[in-house]
């Protein structure tokens, strides 16, 4: 049975807790955070939603998990040309290294929101860890909604998009990684942990 596709639903409920009028909707998504390699990439894409109404995003557009890697490729242009903006932060290895994959997460995220260059309403992020709040209310300026969502990349337009420009861009980031240390096969495993990458780390140790 195919799954329901996902909706902005959620994106324009967001929208109206926020406001009458014009309101910005970001939706994130993180990839990478179970890896045994490579950064973390958080993927952001806002929308425009007033009174309710809002653009589409393309058609196909799901879970990047759902998808392969050639339809997530082609629906990157679609997305961000349907969308207000979209954006992807990065922390690197070393990052994650030195404060934990959970602060590491934060950075990534923060850096997304930066890299869309427009101020949001409201934020709608994957799972059930906020990593967000702490750090916008930290600011002096007045912090947007965050509203957390279990499978928000299944069931939320907006962050299934998320992922997936996230998802595109930490794979080639991973394929150009592995042109420099072929030996981990991260071209096709991405730095998680397959047998092939497993047997390098316990034959040459980790990079």
């Known amino acids: 049975m195919t799954a329901p596709a996902p909706t902005l639903d959620l994106e324009r409920e967001l ?21 045994l390699a490579g ?3 958080v993927g952001a894409v806002a929308l425009e939603i007033t009174d309710g109404e809002v653009a589409p995003l393309p058609d196909g557009v799901r879970d990047s998990k759902k998808l392969t890697a050639r339809r997530r490729e ?5 997305i961000r040309e349907s969308a207000l903006a979209g954006a992807v932060g990065w922390a690197e290895a070393s990052e994650i290294d030195e404060i ?10 923060l850096r997304a929101l930066e890299g869309l260059g427009i101020e949001a309403d409201a934020l709608l992020l994957d799972g059930d860890a906020d990593v ?4 916008l209310t930290a600011a002096e300026r ?27 861009a930490r794979d080639a980031r991973m394929i150009e990684l592995d ?26 140790g980790v990079h």
């Open 39 to 41: 950064p973390v990439a």
């Open 179 to 204: 042109a420099e240390v072929p030996e981990y096969g991260w071209a096709s495993n991405k730095g998680y942990g397959a047998a092939v990458h497993r047997a390098a780390i316990d034959r040459i």
């Open 142 to 168: 007045p912090a947007p909604l965050v509203q957390l969502r279990v499978a928000a990349d299944r069931d939320c337009a907006s962050v299934s998009a998320a992922s997936i420009l996230a998802k595109v």
């Open 100 to 109: 934990g994959i959970m602060a590491a997460l934060t950075r990534a995220a």
């Open 74 to 78: 082609a629906l990157v242009d679609p």
């Open 132 to 135: 967000l709040t702490s750090a």
């Open 15 to 35: 929208a109206r807790r926020a406001g009458p009028g014009r309101r910005v909707v970001v939706g994130l998504d993180e990839v990478g955070r179970g890896a």
